[in-house]
């Protein structure tokens, strides 16, 4: 079926580091890809998204690449910020009404 | 304008109770899919329903029901309580069924089943 597979936490970076979040996915058809952020207290953001294969998705900073030939949508940021700690999601829809998240990278940026 | 709003914030019941949370989507969203996160997990998707209609069922149990009203607010309804239905239950909203569009998350149902 259907799933997300998402790099182990917690990740814990100095600011002003480079980030990588991996995440790669098993889908049967052809899934739009998301990232989702969840802010300590807050519910859960939109944070970028793409519907095809060589799509980008960018947002506040972060980029991810949609690559189908190595079914991966891995999250990157060239200089994370103490405001950027957060959980983040790597998600799926392949019938658009269904998603599928991975189980969550929460990331720490220490001043 | 108001985000989705769910209640209650927090509930505590007992094994094999029944309990009924409730969503209202944002104003002029039709689309209202439920998510149960398990703590340290990724949300599960539950339901999903458009225009009163069920659109899209997870891998839950029938004691896991919901329905969508006329004013496209919802409510989960889950029956014979586990302890393992103790989770933070999320409400999602969006504009059309189709939720390649954004979905808007509200800050949750925690549930504790003791």
């Known amino acids: 079926g259907d799933s997300v597979t998402q790099m182990e936490g917690p990740v814990t970076l100095s600011e002003e580091a480079f980030l990588t979040i991996n995440c790669t996915y098993t889908?049967?058809?052809?899934?739009?890809l998301f990232w989702y952020v969840q802010y300590p207290g807050e519910g859960l953001q939109l944070l970028l998204k793409a519907t095809k294969a060589d799509d980008k998705g960018s947002n506040k900073g972060f980029e991810a690449t949609y690559r189908k030939e190595t079914t991966s949508f891995h999250l990157e940021k060239g200089s994370v910020q103490v405001s950027d700690s957060a959980v983040y999601f790597c998600?799926?829809?392949?019938?658009?009404?269904?998603?599928?998240f991975g189980t969550g990278t929460s990331l720490t940026v220490i001043p | 304008d108001a985000g989705v709003t769910q209640s209650p914030t927090h509930l505590i019941k007992t094994r094999g109770q029944h309990v009924t949370l409730r969503c209202s989507p944002i104003?002029?969203?039709?689309?209202v899919s439920w998510y149960q996160q398990v703590l340290g997990q990724g949300p599960q998707f539950i339901f999903q329903y458009y225009e009163k209609e069920e659109r899209g069922r997870g891998n839950f149990p029938d004691r896991f029901s919901a329905r969508q009203f006329p004013n496209y607010s919802s409510e989960l309804n889950v029956n014979a309580l586990l302890l393992g239905d103790s989770a933070l239950y999320l409400c999602a909203s969006s504009s059309l069924a189709d939720s390649y569009n954004e979905q808007f998350f509200g800050p949750g149902t925690r549930l504790t089943v003791l």
């Open positions: 104003s002029g969203h039709k689309s």
């Open positions: 998600a799926l829809s392949t019938t658009g009404n269904q998603f599928y």
């Open positions: 889908a049967t058809g052809y899934p739009s």
